[in-house]
């Protein structure tokens, strides 16, 4: 069966760095587009980043754009998020999901396979 296994995330101050990975397996990942969402304390998850199935067209949500990144390796079968200058707002835990369609979506509901999420707390 498919499964998304997201790691990387922790404690760091703010003005630090994480970087994410989401180990997939039992899809095509290559053929996949790739997303990372996050949701906060009492907030709905929300969009991060998208990454199109080659990894040449990438989109960002406003509030991370210029300080995240969003790649993959389909040799390793892996996607990551690195994620700069972070914030306290950055608080939340993030999820990686997969999308058959090849278009960057960010409606969750688009996305057809999730991970189990990993934390990411920013302490001010």
């Known amino acids: 069966q498919v499964q998304l296994v997201e790691s990387g995330g922790g404690l760091v101050q703010a003005g630090g760095s994480l970087r994410l990975s989401c180990a997939a397996s039992?899809?095509?990942?290559?053929?996949?587009?790739m997303g990372w969402f996050r949701q906060a304390p009492g907030k709905e998850r929300e969009f991060v980043a998208v990454i199109s199935w080659i990894g040449g067209t990438i989109r960002y949500a406003d509030s991370v754009r210029g300080r995240f990144t969003i790649s993959r390796d389909n040799a390793k079968n892996t996607l990551y998020l690195q994620m700069n200058t972070l914030k306290s707002e950055d608080t939340a835990v993030y999820y990686c999901?997969?999308?058959?369609?090849?278009?960057?979506?960010?409606?969750?509901?688009?996305?057809?396979?999730w991970g189990q999420g990993t934390q990411v707390t920013v302490s001010s």
């Open positions: 039992g899809l095509s990942f290559s053929r996949y587009t």
């Open positions: 999901a997969a999308d058959s369609a090849p278009m960057l979506r960010v409606d969750l509901s688009a996305y057809r396979y």
